[in-house]
């Protein structure tokens, strides 16, 4: 989902606070940020007006952190408001592989869009982050990699525990990374009461994480305790360096993701 106020008040909305959230979790070790816009009254939008002020915001304040913008088309589903934030030439882009049927509302992805809005991410020099949701998301990458329309090392992220997507055990975590082609990076998303168990599943099996108030408005979901970016952010980072798993630095995750040739 993409929270408001109503859902918690730790939700940032505007351009700075968006920017001093991402400082925040910057200086915990973060090293990519995912970044939705948002209007004057807090609706999701397209604008890449919009979309820039966040990216200088966050680059005054993160200047070597890596962006990943959203082109979802779950609040808008024209594919040119989709793309236009590509036109800003963030490090990357969110391409969803297929079509999710959410609990409130679907997230449409035709075949048709998602083609042409990996053409678009490349014209830009835009990574793909390729959302997968099931194998068959991976499989439509690897289809689409083998047509030219997707360009290797690929960079996957799973999300599972969503109502109509893979469940969140960790066997469904490794046979989805395992379906993932060689060479390629990912990183895995637990939704809602998973993300925890998720996140650390990932980082047993050699994998990368995302974390935030999108995928889980709570510290402790049981509890409903709501948390901040930075509590979720703390939390993760202290237990892969408790699992050995040690924090990359923007410009080490930028080698990982191959964004540095």
Not at 27 to 38: D, I, Q
């Amino acid at each position: 989902m993409v929270p408001t106020r109503k859902d918690s008040p730790y939700v940032p909305l505007t351009p700075e606070e968006i920017a001093e959230d991402t400082y925040r979790a910057y200086k915990l070790g973060v090293s990519s940020v995912h970044v939705h816009a948002r209007d004057e009254a807090g609706n999701p939008t397209y604008k890449k007006e919009v979309y820039g002020e966040i990216f200088s915001a966050i680059r005054r304040k993160c200047p070597d952190i890596i962006i990943c913008a959203s082109t979802s088309g779950r609040s808008d589903r024209s594919l040119e408001h989709r793309a236009e934030v590509l036109e800003l030439r963030p490090d990357m882009a969110s391409l969803m592989m297929g079509t999710v049927n959410f609990i409130k509302n679907p997230s449409p992805n035709s075949q048709e869009d998602i083609v042409a809005l990996a053409k678009r991410m490349e014209e830009h020099g835009v990574k793909p982050e390729l959302e997968a949701f099931e194998p068959g998301f991976v499989n439509v990458a690897k289809y689409l990699a083998s047509k030219g329309h997707l360009r290797p090392p690929l960079h996957f992220n799973l999300l599972l525990g969503s109502l109509g997507s893979m469940p969140a055990e960790a066997r469904d975590l490794v046979f989805l990374a395992g379906s993932v082609p060689p060479g390629s990076t990912w990183a895995a998303t637990g939704i809602g009461r998973f993300q925890l168990q998720v996140n650390v599943a990932s980082m047993l099996m050699g994998g990368h994480v995302r974390v935030g108030l999108e995928d889980s408005l709570y510290y402790s979901y049981p509890e409903k305790s709501l948390a901040t970016n930075e509590q979720l952010v703390e939390r993760v980072a202290r237990i892969a360096r408790e699992l050995g798993r040690e924090i990359a630095t923007p410009a080490e995750a930028r080698a990982i993701l191959g964004l540095d040739h």
